[in-house]
């Protein structure tokens, strides 16, 4: 039985002769109406082979034809794989010069989440558990709000927008479907309506190409901001996955926890193949072990019932089988999260070669809003973060006491653990009545007031796990043997007047 041949890359056409075609439609598509562009950038393969493609097709234009902004936006999510963030950033950069000495109108965009949204002020600060595939938290916040945030911005101010992005049919099944579900209502070749983002359609140039047709053509063509593209080659040849994390705008995407291009954080995959690998292939790359460390960690699930709250985040005790689900992050869990990712960041700071020697793992934003979620919205009135910061960088942190606004002094708060005698749930739970009482105290309606004291109350209600368990299972024995009038009168006194 003979073997199949592998087919010719671009069904057996020259390359010049493809890439000459794509410009061409390029030029065409730009030059047909005044939307703007939007290009989503990751530093990957795929998304440098779409630049590079656009960037010929400008240079190709008359300089009176180059009218329309072409923004490229690259989404850095703070967590990105420190390699990767290091050459996207000098991408940039490097591109912002030569598209102004090239007098193109292409316009580098370095995108963050908001503060609130970053993966450390809702892991560390607000208690959410290591991302899972059935509670993916990380994804919306990090990635599609800011991309999504920046493509509105300039669509309320040009009333359109065209997205144009290095999707292929081949990198998934998944992938595929999306495309092809899309591609039946196409308005011209290659444009797509987007599902998430109105008055913005999709250019995908490079849909059908192959894996290696993308790396023939980046091999063959020089990078055309001067950003060598032999050294992204050498980049994932130094990791195992060639995969690369696209522009996400929608929640199909799949994690890139295992490419090159994911979150060095992330959970949603069993191993970080990718940094593993940079760390077996280079010694240069040992730095990076402190990182891979705390995220094998932060994916131990056997660790989760001690480390994590049996309540949910609003206080409640969810049932799951014969078990509570577990909720948030326990207060002491966070703090040695906190303790242990600065840490790591001392010590790469310490043996990183000098070129990351400042990297920044936790922003110091991050730790002030940190420092604010603990005190102010938590009630964790001991204000644990500077000194946590002190021991694990031995430097003083910068941010002001807290002393004139909290409730309890250091002195007080250990005369209430001591009256509390070792009971952790109404040490925690008198302390953030304490907390709100003088919230509200200086307010001139203090509406809401009995709201929060039984909210905390509630909170503090159960003795231990146990308790809250066999609670919860009478609780819902009365549910499910309640007669049907009780329900009946329940909906009757729910329901609206």
Known sequence: MSTPKPSAPFQGRALAEVVSE???????????????????????????????????????????????PVHVISTDTLVENPVVAAWVTQSLDTMGKAAAEQQLPIKPHRLIPEVKDTFWVNLIGRGYPAPRPKFRWCTERLKIKPSNAFIRRVVRRHGEAILVLGIRKTESQIRARVMAKHEKRRVRDRLSPNGNLPNSLIYSPIEAWGTDEVWMFLMQYSNAWGHRNKDLLTMYQGASEDSECPLVVDDTTPSCGDSRFGCWTCTLVDKDKSMTAMIRNDEEKEWMRPLLALRNELDDVSKEKETRDFRRMNGNVQLFHDGV????????????????????????????????????????????????????????????????????????????????QLVLGAEEIDLLKEVCDGDDIHFTMTRELLAVERQHRTMTRRSGLFKELEKAIKKGFYENEEDALAFAKRKQEIRNTAPTYVTLNEEITDAPS
């Open 22 to 68: 794509l410009t061409e439609e390029i030029r065409e598509l730009y030059t047909a109406d005044e939307v703007p562009w939007v290009i989503g950038y990751s530093g990957g393969k795929d998304s440098t082979a779409v630049l590079q493609l656009v960037w010929l097709a400008l240079q190709g234009l008359p300089a009176d034809q180059r009218t329309k």
């Open 325 to 404: 689900i577990q909720g948030p992050y326990t207060q002491d869990a966070r703090q040695t999260w906190l303790r242990k990712l600065l840490e790591a960041q001392t010590l790469v700071r310490r043996i990183a070669p000098e070129s990351v020697r400042g990297i920044e793992l936790i922003t110091m934003e991050e730790l002030h809003e940190i420092r604010r979620i603990w005190v102010f919205d938590k009630h964790e009135v001991e204000d644990t973060l500077p000194a946590i910061y002190e021991k694990a960088t031995g430097e003083e942190f910068p941010g002001r006491p807290l002393d004139e």
